[in-house]
């Protein structure tokens, strides 16, 4: 018996980048916050091209993964964050 797949809308796949992209700004260290936040963009430009709805599904579903392991991972990181900023954090 085949199931319906729930294709999310543009609305949700868009809150979704915003959100990936606001838990990236919360890492302290500057390497991983820009890494994550390129990672993000990265992912959403190769998913672009996807016409099935079945395939957007599953990569709206591993987006929505890889957001709560970013604030987790977030939480994480700010609790063992090094004193000292990054070179890339000082501003002049």
Do not use: C
Request: proline share 4%; no cysteine; hydrophobic share 40%.
């Amino acid at each position: 018996m085949a199931t319906a797949v729930q294709t999310p809308s543009r609305r949700e796949i868009i809150s979704l980048f915003r959100s990936l992209i606001r838990s990236a700004r919360q890492f302290p260290d500057y390497n991983i916050r820009e890494y994550t936040k390129r990672r993000t963009i990265e992912a959403f430009r190769d998913n672009k091209t996807l016409s099935e709805p079945s395939s957007i599904a599953a990569a709206f579903a591993d987006g929505k993964s890889q957001l709560q392991v970013a604030k987790r991972q977030a939480v994480v990181y700010s609790l063992y964050a090094p004193k000292v900023k990054s070179i890339m954090d000082i501003k002049h």
